[in-house]
């Protein structure tokens, strides 16, 4: 099974990136992963394609793990439920499509 590319994507002093971070490790430990790549949205070296992402974005293979699109600026990111930020099972569920997807 190919291991997917787990980007997660945030700028310092986001409001919900704690949240959405521990929802993405939990759902990486169910998936038997432990690695993703930390990308700071406002930063001069990120590359201009994930700059215009919300703060805090999870993507897989370069997709949004809620399936939206990329937006056209850096601002605060709010998903809908009650946490705020995809929850486990959601990232959980778009991991496992993604390596079947390969």
Not at 1 to 14: A, D, E, K, T, Y
Not at 23 to 35: F, I, Q, V, W
Not at 48 to 58: A, D, F, Q, V, Y
Request: glycine content about 10%.
């Amino acid at each position: 099974m190919p291991r997917p590319i787990v980007q997660f994507l945030s700028f310092p002093g986001c409001p919900l990136e704690q949240q959405a971070r521990t929802e993405l490790e939990k759902a990486l430990a169910e998936c038997g992963l432990d690695s993703y790549e930390n990308v700071d949205v406002i930063a001069e070296q990120t590359a201009e394609e994930l700059k215009s992402w919300g703060s805090p974005t999870i993507l897989v293979n370069g997709k949004d793990v809620t399936g939206h699109q990329v937006g056209d600026g850096v601002g605060c990111r709010v998903y809908g439920g009650d946490l705020g930020v995809p929850d486990t099972q959601t990232i959980v569920e778009f991991l496992q499509r993604s390596t079947q997807d390969e």
